[in-house]
């Protein structure tokens, strides 16, 4: 018996969760996100993949995201290595909207504002 919605719409797609991503949404793969940096001209590393897991597992254990406490939440996370400030040199289109596509995840309301000079 499927167990997920995925299985039941798509009973012939064979999908293995890759265990490096607990909390990757259904169907999402890193080599997707390597795809999704291609096009963004985006170089992945060490701290870009940390990234991708740490908004994964956010969006896993929120099941509404405010956009605030998602940036405190990375600002907390990556304060070592300087917080937002350090994610934006990684992902210079913003950590959430960017990292977000790397994800696999929806972009959450008010994580590009064009009204402001965004680059998307």
Avoid: K
């Avoid at 740490?54 to 995201?65: E, G, R, V, W």
Wanted: proline share 9%; aromatic share 8%.
């Amino acid at each position: 018996m499927p167990a997920t919605m995925t299985e039941v719409l798509h009973p012939h797609i064979e999908w293995r969760r890759d265990p490096t991503f607990p909390d990757a949404p259904e169907l999402w793969s890193p080599r997707e996100a390597r795809l999704i940096a291609a096009q963004l001209g985006v170089h992945l590393t060490e701290d870009t993949w940390e990234l991708v897991r740490a908004l994964q597992s956010y969006f896993a254990a929120h099941p509404t995201i405010n956009i605030r406490e998602l940036h405190d939440a990375l600002e907390e996370r990556f304060h070592s290595s300087g917080g937002l400030r350090y994610l934006y040199t990684l992902l210079p289109r913003g950590p959430v909207a960017a990292g977000c596509r790397l994800a696999g995840l929806n972009p959450p309301s008010g994580s590009t504002d064009t009204s402001f000079g965004s680059v998307q």
